[in-house]
């Protein structure tokens, strides 16, 4: 069983920036993929990015590349997005979510546990 609780969301203008923290529990985060969501009021929650177990790989979704930058601490069983350049479209809550002990981190893969979510808000 993993539990997410995520942090750092705000109230941010255009062109600001923003760090999204994820604390987990559970021995096997350091082999567990992770991932940040999003979802916008009357929209589908989408996928933002992805790091695998070793933080080896990352993905992301296309409006993101170059903004965001998710990374992984598997000593202190925390994920964390950094967000640059954020727009208006950005505004949305952000989900943690954990993936199966040695999981893919795409969108497609297995999305097991989910945090309560985090709202970020980017003014024009």
């Known amino acids: 069983q993993v539990q997410l609780v995520e942090s750092g969301g705000g109230l941010v203008q255009t062109g600001g920036s923003l760090r999204l923290s994820c604390a987990a529990s559970g021995r096997t985060f350091s082999r567990s993929p992770m991932g940040w969501f999003r979802q916008a009021p009357g929209k589908e929650r989408e996928f933002v990015a992805g790091i695998n177990w070793s933080g080896s790989g990352t993905f992301y979704q296309d409006s993101v590349k170059g903004r965001f930058t998710i990374s992984k601490n598997n000593a202190k069983n925390t994920v964390f997005l950094q967000m640059n350049s954020l727009k208006p479209e950005d505004t949305a809550v952000y989900y943690c979510?954990?993936?199966?002990?040695?999981?893919?981190?795409?969108?497609?893969?297995?999305?097991?546990?989910w945090g309560q979510g985090t709202q970020v808000t980017v003014s024009s």
């Open positions: 979510a954990a993936g199966d002990p040695l999981g893919g981190a795409t969108p497609r893969a297995e999305w097991r546990y």
